[in-house]
């Protein structure tokens, strides 16, 4: 079975200063990673996703994530967090299956300080 | 395009009470899914459907039911709501062969 762990529940960043959110997966075959974001009240945003190629993808709002197949890792990185990135992140691994099922982590409260 | 929509946005149910809740979407997508999320968890998906008349169960299917009657709308049930339904629901569909799912703004039940 495929899952997803998000080792920190909270992350605070100061304004300017680079943020990054952990996400490592465990997941049998080729891994297909997401990145969601959550504002308050809303529903989740597709960030970007890691399906095959570089490992470095990049994607919405100036958000990147970093690919490491032996450290069965994907990080979340921005180079200058903005308040307004302020938000529920979640990762997600989606299953092998046609039904490409979505299995997500825990979620990681991102707080970039003024 | 309205895109993903739920209703309703909000509900309290006493235990033993029944509902149900629609997602509908807008893009002609395939797929739809039901999720619910609690603290600490994540999201979790309870059932899900690849078209029309087509329903699957997901990882937390126990005491719900859905129908798919129609491509653009994807309906959750519940028939005898107890306090462990206490949770957001997100519907969410997704385009054939596509990977990424879009999301409704979701429906926060209260079972008391």
């Given at each position: ?114 | ?32 899914y039901w999720y619910r999320q609690d603290p600490g968890m994540g999201l979790r998906l309870i059932h899900y459907s690849v078209g029309e008349g087509t329903t699957a169960k997901g990882e937390v299917p126990d005491g719900y039911n859905v129908s798919r009657l129609k491509k653009q709308n ?39």
């Open positions: 079975a495929q899952s997803v762990a998000q080792p920190e529940d909270q992350v605070n960043v100061a304004e300017g200063n680079p943020l990054t959110v952990k996400c490592t997966y465990s997941v049998s075959g080729n891994p297909y990673l997401f990145w969601y974001v959550q504002y308050p009240n809303r529903g989740l945003q597709f960030l970007l996703k890691y399906i095959t190629g570089d490992n470095l993808v990049k994607g919405s709002y100036g958000f990147e994530a970093e690919f490491n197949k032996s450290q069965t890792s994907f990080h979340l990185k921005k180079p200058s967090a903005l308040v307004s990135d302020s938000a529920l992140y979640f990762c997600a691994v989606r299953d092998g299956g046609s039904a490409r099922q979505l299995t997500f982590g825990s979620g990681t409260q991102l707080t970039v300080l003024p | 395009n309205a895109g993903v929509t739920q209703t309703p946005k909000f509900r309290v149910l006493k235990t033993g009470q029944s509902m149900t809740l629609l997602c509908a979407q807008d893009m002609n997508h395939e797929y739809m994807f309906l959750l049930g519940l028939e005898s709501a107890a306090p462990s339904q206490t949770s957001v629901y997100f519907c969410a569909s997704r385009r054939l062969n596509y990977n990424e799912q879009f999301f409704g703004p979701g429906t926060r039940l209260t079972v008391l």
